[in-house]
């Protein structure tokens, strides 16, 4: 696919899910990647479907506060479309709980953040 084919098709997808996380976030996602990671010279859009995954220290990343979770709405190969900063134990629960009620799977695996 060529770059801004791709690029216009992910900027789609991110805008779809930054969309849904806003309505469980009061307005506090942010958009995050729109083409989706490969080794190849191929360019390709982040993908459709929506994951989530919460990312903490444990995880592997030095977050910059110590303010809680990163959430992040992933595809299935960990690419996050669109993250909220800051969320708290107890919020990670009760988003939790709406996830399973729109039935969005957990993702496990790396999860590839921007930089």
């Known amino acids: 696919m060529q770059y801004f084919q791709a690029l216009k098709l992910g900027q789609k997808r991110v805008a779809e899910a930054r969309e849904y996380l806003n309505t469980l976030t009061n307005g506090k996602a942010m958009p995050a990647l729109a083409l989706a990671s490969n080794s190849s010279s191929n360019w390709a ?40 900063q800051g969320v708290t134990k107890q919020q990670k629960e009760i988003l939790e709980k709406s996830f399973e009620k729109d039935n969005i799977p957990k993702f496990e695996g790396k999860v590839i953040l921007p930089v």
């Open 45 to 84: 859009p982040v993908g459709e479907e929506n994951l989530y995954a919460f990312v903490d220290e444990s995880a592997g990343f030095v977050l910059t506060d110590n303010s809680g979770y990163i959430l992040a709405l992933v595809d299935k190969t960990g690419s996050s479309k669109t993250i909220v």
